[in-house]
């Protein structure tokens, strides 16, 4: 897994022209029930702002294709949440983890609209958060309130994450060197 992240990282950087529209897949990918279980897009978001840190790569193109993707699948899944139902529960690889479905349904149950907010920052929560408010046919627009600044907030931390954690590593590695 750790050879894919560095790959993936190092992919985006060799094709910094594209990158804003790979960070927008990536986000989709993060996003989107199902995928989202299967594809480690956090990780990769996450060196991708070492590059950020190292400038290799400026924030605000990486930031806005982020959140398109974001939203976009977020989006997709409460889509997928309305048309199929609960059925989707049954499917792989949902249905091999009865247990986190069950913990986002309480979840959706006790917080509504905060658990979608809350579902772009908590992975486990996020493969199932978005489907969980379109089974409960959430209307859209509360869906989307709740929707838009998670997609947003998440975009600009995660990226962060990884540019201020590299930085903090490049200064205490020149500390302790002396370079």
Do not use: C
């Not at 702002?49 to 959140?67: H, T, Y």
């Amino acid at each position: 897994m750790q050879a894919f992240v560095s790959q993936a990282v190092e992919f985006v950087s060799a094709h910094r022209a594209w990158a804003p529209v790979i960070i927008f897949l990536l986000a989709l990918g993060e996003t989107t029930a199902l995928v989202s279980l299967i594809f480690p897009s956090t990780a990769i978001l996450l060196g991708v702002g070492a590059l950020v840190a190292a400038g290799a790569l400026d924030f605000l193109p990486l930031f806005a294709g982020a959140a398109l993707g974001a939203l976009a699948g977020s989006s997709i899944s409460y889509w997928l949440g309305r048309r199929y139902g609960s059925e989707i529960m049954d499917r792989w690889p949902l249905n091999r983890n009865p247990r986190l479905t069950e913990r986002a349904s309480a979840a959706f149950a006790k917080w509504g609209a905060g658990a979608v907010l809350l579902g772009h920052f908590i992975g486990p929560l996020r493969s199932v958060a978005f489907v969980m408010a379109g089974i409960a046919t959430m209307r859209i627009a509360l869906f989307q309130l709740a929707n838009v600044p998670g997609a947003i907030a998440w975009a600009f931390v995660i990226p962060k994450t990884g540019e201020y954690g590299s930085g903090a590593l490049g200064a205490a590695w020149r500390a302790l060197t002396g370079g």
